[in-house]
């Protein structure tokens, strides 16, 4: 039995809570703009109104997807994929470039974690006052002090979890009902969903999350080489390490530049000391080197012991920043993105697809015509209701019934139109033939689309 828990205790490490220290320096400031700016953009966004509608709004129950001046139909999934496949490429291609700058600047974890990180040190104070604080035993001060803290943290946390809801449910309705206790069960539901976990996982697991829940941590090699911007320890500059007093010249004691002070250490949000190299734990969040060009102002010595580099820099090579993967990532990604908004910018907002009547292949009638039946689908993914009317050309002599058909389609509305197309068997000059089908709104002509069908005839011998 003790041999057996020996061992867990060697497999499974306790946790042990990261007291990442407040620092100060340009990548510091990078990320408090990055913060404001994402959080911001989130917060703010859902109260903005576009053409009489919410600005961005998600509108599930009536399958419209408002972004500004463009509203998408669930016909227009394409886009959706388009711009997942756009995400993926940009993330390979600013790892391959410089690393993991979207964990350290712009991931929703590292961003609200900053936020509660804040409020942490605004009422607990700093690192050592928050050590010292969870050390002491349990008093009113501490209690007052650990519920204050707790108290804005989930208030920040309903917030961010009511404005997640405004992008689905229109925010002022949202608001009123909230006030008056009259949400629906799955707006409350996805309100307190979504609070939770932004009070769990940036309130709590922190780390956790980028160590061991985010695959991105554990595949971000396959996507590095020699090339790949890294935060990296000058080891021939740093070391031997240790302290000294300013006045002295560390080359006379033997030493490197490295004080050993472990600011590095205690600034890092996921607890490692970058001096034991390249981690996948690594974020590269830049602290450690704010805080290191810091230290080597006090000392005056030069700064960037910590850096933002590369391996072949640090091993002596030649870097090479456009290399062949790189430049494919680029291209591909501008080329896919300048396609998908040169689509959207042309896009046109109406379908039509055409369904013939597959219970018979045609029909003779009475007076010697050939007759195929259609069903019209017509989707009008307009802002407005429009009044269309159909044209058939490809084939001389062709009749249509109803002839001259003028039908309303409301926004969003899909509308079935029967017609039938009539044609002289002299007149096919084989079994199957090409016709098409332009779809024209009246009040608006340039919203108009062509398709074409089949028209299926007798044998020709």
């Known amino acids: 039995m003790n041999t057996n828990t020996d061992q867990d205790d060697s497999l499974y490490a306790k946790h042990k809570k990261v007291y990442p220290r407040e620092v100060h320096g340009l990548f510091a400031s990078f990320r408090v703009m990055g913060v404001l700016g994402l959080l911001g953009l989130y917060y703010l966004v859902p109260w903005f109104t576009w053409d009489g509608h919410q600005a961005v709004l998600f509108d599930l129950p009536a399958r419209q997807f408002h972004i500004f001046s463009f509203t998408f139909w669930p016909q227009d999934f394409f886009y959706l994929a388009v711009l997942l496949i756009i995400a993926a490429l940009a993330l390979f291609f600013f790892t391959a470039l410089a690393g993991r700058l979207w964990c350290g600047y712009a991931c929703p974890q590292t961003v609200w974690t900053e936020v509660f990180l804040w409020i942490e040190r605004k009422i607990e104070g700093s ?44 925010v002022d309705e949202l608001a009123r009902s909230i006030w008056a206790l009259d949400t629906g069960p799955w707006e409350a539901f996805w309100v307190i969903f979504y609070s939770f976990a932004t009070y769990g996982n940036a309130g709590f697991m922190r780390e956790q999350v980028c160590i061991y829940m985010c695959p991105y941590a554990r595949f971000q090699s396959a996507m590095f080489d020699k090339n790949t911007l890294v935060i990296s320890y000058d080891e021939v500059r740093g070391d031997p390490r240790g302290s000294r007093k300013k006045s002295v010249d560390p080359k006379e004691q033997g030493l490197g530049d490295c004080v050993d002070c472990t600011l590095c250490v205690q600034v890092c949000p996921t607890g490692i000391d970058i001096r034991d190299g390249l981690q996948y734990q690594c974020i590269g969040c830049a602290a450690c080197i704010d805080v290191c060009n810091e230290v080597m102002d006090k000392m005056g010595y030069a700064k960037s012991l910590i850096k933002y580099t590369t391996q072949n820099a640090v091993d002596g090579i030649k870097v090479k920043i456009l290399r062949p993967r790189v430049i494919v990532y680029a291209a591909i990604l501008v080329t896919i993105t300048t396609a998908l908004f040169y689509h959207m910018l042309t896009r046109i907002p109406l379908e039509l697809d055409i ?107």
């Open 127 to 170: 690192r050592n006052q928050q050590i010292k604080l969870d050390k002491s035993p349990l008093t009113r001060f501490k209690f007052s002090r650990k519920a204050l803290k707790h108290f804005i943290w989930i208030s920040f946390s309903l917030w961010t979890g009511f404005t997640f809801v405004g992008y689905f449910t229109p």
């Open 355 to 461: 369904i013939r009547d597959r219970n018979a292949l045609y029909r003779e009638t009475n007076t010697g015509l050939i007759e195929n039946s259609y069903r019209l689908k017509v989707i009008n993914m307009d802002k407005a209701t429009h009044e269309y009317q159909i044209h058939v050309r490809g084939i001389e002599g062709m009749q249509i019934d109803p002839p001259k058909q003028v039908f309303q389609v409301r926004s969003g509305e899909v509308k079935t139109v029967p017609i039938s197309l009539r044609i002289d068997p002299v007149n096919l000059q084989t079994t199957s033939s090409d016709v098409t089908f332009h779809l024209i709104a009246l009040d608006k002509p340039e919203l108009n689309v062509i398709e074409t069908g089949r028209f299926i005839g007798p044998l020709i011998r």
